[in-house]
Every structure is written in structure tokens, then in C-alpha cells.
């Protein structure tokens, strides 16, 4: 399937198919319910989505598996390196870095805003000193970085009906919608690393602080205060995801069926964290594959529809059809 998508996006050099190719293994290994939404995408705009969120997932690896022996200040040299790779490569310099060398060209491509990268790696940054905030707006300015930008760097990609302008605000919350979604349901993996994404004043709010987090992480024990900051932070989530929501019309409709679906299985991740009782630091929710297979055969449907649309001629009224080309169909 690799070789069918680099064929139809028309990349044809050797090193850069390997760059794209090792690219799409980190997205399919690390983010499975995007990797499952994008094989929805045409064949021709997933090397793109895969170079996006391989490099992302590259920077965030550099950041939360440092390796044995790895200082904070060794994975900020590994980051400062990472940067100085990726403006070197987007002011057109030669790059060894598979990652690097998929993503520049995907920038270059399609046209990607370079501050775009530049805020991402500056949240990543920051994960490596901050470890809570404060209130929710100190939140979405590391989110900015950490997530909305992911939203931005992929209308291009996408394309829309309207002026990217107009859908960039629902993309990027989008992004945020899915972001917030993690930080629900790894809060617990994310204490175990010394970080609190979920606000203090959300928190304190309902009674909660730190240490109790920590308590009931160690003990095992439950405290109906953390399950109603944790609803809390849900009912917070779901805002976020009707912010998002208008964007989806606003998508080049082949576009519409993966992102559509990854809307669904993110909104379903919250449906399982209910569904648990919100026993997030205890055990992680999941989807379950019934739910995820019944969403992902709906995606399908959609781009069948799509299709059909696609090859249907508009016909005035009173005049006999006539033939037109049919658009080669994405495997």
C-alpha cells in the first residue's frame, strides 16, 4: 500500500519514498487512531499527513523517552539539533533525517507556514521544564504549539471550499479537541512522567490538587472529587469538539470521510472514559475494536459516496446526460 500511495502522490525519487515510507511506520506504530482515519484520505494526500505526524511524533518521542541516561539538557541539545535540521532543510540545505527530509518536502509542497513549526517545537520545548498549568488559558498557549498548529499544517493538505482562512480556526481547535482528549485519558501515565495537563484551577475547583492525584495513582484507591474534576475536564473537551465541528463542511470533501471518522473515534475515547467511570488513573479507556470497525466502515461508506458524487454529472433539466471522464479512484 506504501508504494501505491508514493506512486500516486508522484514521488519518485528513491531516498525520499524511504524518508516517507519510515514516516508512515512511525505514524501507524504511535497514533492508531489517526493512522486508521488517514487510510481514508485519496492515496495521493497520505504521504503528506504521514510526514506531518511522523515528525511530531519524532519530537514528542525526543521528549518523553529520552533513553538511558538522557538529562533534560541532553534531549534540549536533541531538540535545538532537531530545529537547526528542519530550517536548514526548509531553506533548501541537504538533510540525512528521513523525518526531516519527508516533512520539508511536504512543506515545501504544499505551501505550509514555517511558524507553524517553529511553535510546535517551542511547546515541545517546554514540556521538558513545565510540568502543570495554572489555568486553562496558560493550557491552550502550550496547545497552540502542541496541537492547534497540527490542525493548521494540515488544511493544506486537505484542502477546503472556502478560504483556509475561514476553516483554520476550526482546524486548530480541532487539534486542541483531540489533544485534550489524551490528556484525559493518559492523566495518569502523564503523573507517572511528572506532568499535570489538566488545569490547576479546574482541579481546585472540585477539591483536587496534585497530591491527591498522586495518592489515588499509588493506592489505587477512588475519590469521587477526582472523578468530578476528571467529568469536568470531559464536559470542557466536548466544548471544544462543537468548536470544531463546523470545519468538517468546510473541507474539499474528499477530505471530509477521514477527518470525520477521526472526529468520531476521538469523541468515542471520551464515550469510553465515561463509560469506565473515569477510572483514568487506574487504567487507560478504550475503544472498543466493534466501535472502531463500525466507524471505520462508515468512513468507507462516505468515501464511497464521494466517489459517486464525483463521477455523477450535473445534468440541467430536459437534456440527456452526457460523458464525462471518471476521476481516478484512490485505493
Known amino acids: ?11 519518485t525519487d528513491p531516498l525520499l519514498r524511504a524518508s516517507y515510507a519510515h514516516c508512515r511506520r512511525l505514524n501507524s506504530r504511535h497514533g492508531k487512531t489517526y493512522f486508521l482515519a488517514t487510510r481514508l484520505l485519496p492515496a495521493a494526500r497520505r504521504p503528506a499527513v504521514h510526514a506531518l505526524y511522523g515528525f511530531a511524533r519524532w519530537a514528542d518521542d525526543l521528549v518523553d523517552e529520552p533513553g538511558a541516561g538522557r538529562t533534560t539538557a541532553g534531549r534540549a541539545a536533541a531538540l535545538d539539533a532537531l530545529q537547526r535540521c ?43 521544564t513545565v510540568t502543570d498549568y495554572p489555568t486553562y488559558a496558560d ?18 493538505v486537505l ?15 480541532l487539534g486542541v479537541a483531540f489533544q485534550l482528549t489524551n490528556f484525559l485519558r493518559d492523566v495518569g501515565e502523564d503523573l507517572d512522567r511528572g506532568r499535570v495537563y489538566l488545569p490547576a484551577e479546574l482541579l481546585a475547583a472540585h477539591g483536587v490538587d496534585r497530591g491527591l492525584l498522586r495518592w489515588s495513582r499509588d493506592t489505587g484507591a477512588r475519590d469521587p472529587r477526582i472523578t468530578a ?20 463542511a468546510l473541507l474539499d ?17 471520551l ?29 468507507l461508506a462516505r468515501v464511497a459516496a464521494t466517489r459517486l458524487t464525483a463521477r455523477r454529472p450535473v445534468v440541467p ?10 476521476p481516478e479512484e484512490a485505493p
Do not use: N
Not at 271 to 299: E, Q
Open 86 to 128: 528542519l530550517e536548514d532543510g526548509l531553506r533548501g540545505a541537504p538533510t540525512t533525517e528521513p523525518v526531516v527530509r519527508a516533512v520539508v518536502h511536504t512543506a515545501v509542497r504544499y505551501g505550509i507556514d514555517h511558524r507553524h513549526f517553529r511553535d510546535f517545537l517551542a511547546s515541545m520545548r517546554s514540556d521538558l
Open 159 to 173: 484542502g477546503t471550499v472556502v478560504p483556509q482562512e475561514e476553516a483554520a480556526p476550526h482546524a486548530a481547535a
Open 271 to 299: 464515550d469510553a472514559v465515561r463509560d469506565d467511570g473515569y477510572a483514568v488513573l487506574h487504567r487507560r479507556a478504550v475503544v472498543t475494536r466493534r466501535r472502531r470497525a463500525a466507524t471505520a466502515a462508515g468512513g
Open 139 to 156: 493550557l491552550r498557549r502550550y496547545m497552540h504549539g502542541s496541537a492547534a498548529v497540527l490542525g493548521l499544517q494540515m488544511l493544506p
Open 229 to 248: 474534576a476528571l467529568r469536568a475536564a470531559a464536559d470542557l473537551t466536548r466544548e471544544v469538539y462543537r468548536e470544531a465541528a463546523p470545519g468538517l
Open 317 to 326: 433539466p430536459g437534456r440527456p446526460p452526457r460523458q464525462v471522464p471518471v
Open 253 to 269: 470533501p474528499p477530505s471530509r470521510p477521514c477527518i470525520r471518522t477521526a472526529f468520531v473515534l476521538y469523541g468515542a475515547i
Open 1 to 11: 500500500m506504501t508504494d501505491r500511495e508514493l506512486d500516486a502522490a508522484g514521488i
